[in-house]
């Protein structure tokens, strides 16, 4: 039972454009979600996150949107650099902090 | 060091050998977790630790992994008689706070295991 949901496995996006990388989740007890960047051969990133009560939160380049009625978060990067190509988990957590990951989207920005 | 350290990074061992993993969180973090990710998957969450007390270990896959944290910093996850599907990369996490908290977690780079 797969419940957080990455239905892209991949992602190629022109360096300057707008990445957009989606996630649909179905268990509604979820109250925190989280981004992580991963590079190969490395670990997790924490790259930003939402709380259940928002529905959008900014930082730099990177913007998560929440929408909870659909159960689907976003995030959005803008503008894309080329630094930024990685596999990008979605994450969400109920409860104290056990995180339930996605299966990741790679994103590879062309130059 | 200033981020989560896991020992071995590579570890090769025969079919129903007993293997230990290391994991040296942030200093001062109180929650350490472990991960398994197989091939291709995300993260999926095995054992959780707040301070010493192994408050959640529901994602453990079977009673022969056993996870430690004896004083409150270092963890052991123990495989013991191996099998190939235990083939994998083990993640390590700390953050910061403990039930509650919105500390995000801080992962380690991983001990691939590959079990012959």
């Known amino acids: 039972d797969q419940q957080v949901k990455q239905n892209s496995p991949s992602l190629s996006v022109q360096e300057g454009r707008i990445s957009i990388l989606n996630c649909d989740y179905t268990n509604s007890m979820f109250d925190y979600f989280l981004w992580y960047k991963k590079y190969p051969a490395e670990g997790p990133t924490f790259l930003i996150s939402?709380?259940?009560?928002?529905d959008k939160n900014e930082d730099g380049r990177f913007t998560v949107f929440l929408n909870k009625s659909a159960k689907h978060l976003s995030l959005h990067i803008v503008p894309s650099q080329p630094g930024d190509s990685a596999v990008y988990f979605c994450a969400a957590r109920t409860g104290y902090q056990k995180v339930t990951f996605g299966t990741g989207t790679k994103l590879q920005v062309i130059p | 060091g200033a981020g989560v350290s896991q020992s071995p990074r590579y570890k090769v061992a025969k079919r129903g050998q007993d293997v230990a993993l290391r994991c040296d969180p942030i200093?001062?973090?109180?929650?350490l977790f472990w991960y398994q990710q197989a091939l291709g998957q995300g993260p999926e969450f095995l054992t959780y630790f707040q301070n010493e007390a192994q408050l959640d270990k529901s994602g453990l896959p079977s009673d022969r992994f056993f996870a430690e944290r004896p004083e409150g910093s270092v963890s052991t996850l123990k495989i013991q008689r191996t099998q190939q599907e235990d083939s994998a990369v083990y993640l390590c996490a700390s953050s910061l706070d403990g039930e509650g908290s919105n500390q995000p977690q801080h992962f380690g780079d991983g001990t691939r295991l590959s079990i012959l």
């Open positions: 200093s001062g973090h109180v929650s």
């Open positions: 939402i709380s259940s009560i928002k």
